[in-house]
């Protein structure tokens, strides 16, 4: 689990500095093992998966597709185009391909924004103004997790 949200600045090189909260947010035995970068399915964000997480997100994918059917065959072309492998450097900065950065529009600042198992990775003004209204947020979250059952209902 990644928390928090840190804007990031890309230097002349496309290299970014990796925030250091979500660097100490890293399980030590992972810190120095590639991640993998790609588009999201949803937004115009990239995702960031250390590669523990990267490998039990395409085992889930391997139980539920059959690479011999033509739809699952086109889902996951689809699903892996955009994906890099990355690792940090000495300084821990990123090099993400600039093919991604353009995807999302990026210009001089990111926002890596915790998830669950994953960071994603937002172009500054596109992630501002994704933010839902106050009584936006409190609808979905009723309508997502409300309703006659959930952990205090003891009936």
């Not at 000495?90 to 391909?97: H, N, V």
């Not at 500054?124 to 839902?132: A, C, M, R």
Request: charged content about 30%; glycine content about 6%; hydrophobic content about 40%.
């Amino acid at each position: 689990m990644f928390v928090g949200e840190y804007i990031a600045k890309l230097d002349n090189k496309g290299r970014i500095i990796f925030p250091a909260p979500l660097k100490r947010q890293i399980p030590e035995e992972e810190i120095n093992h590639a991640f993998v970068v790609k588009r999201d399915i949803y937004e115009k964000c990239l995702l960031l998966y250390p590669i523990s997480e990267w490998q039990y997100q395409t085992a889930i994918l391997k139980k539920k597709l059959n690479p011999f059917n033509k739809k699952h065959a086109e889902f996951l072309r689809e699903y892996y185009r955009g994906t890099a492998e990355i690792i940090f450097d000495g300084s821990f900065r990123l090099l993400i391909p600039k093919r991604l950065l353009e995807y999302i529009n990026a210009e001089k600042e990111l926002v890596f924004a915790g998830q669950e198992g994953k960071i994603e990775i937002w172009a500054k003004d596109v992630y501002e103004s994704k933010q839902s209204a106050h009584d936006d947020f409190a609808n979905l979250a009723n309508e997502i997790l409300g309703g006659d059952f959930g952990f205090y209902n003891n009936e």
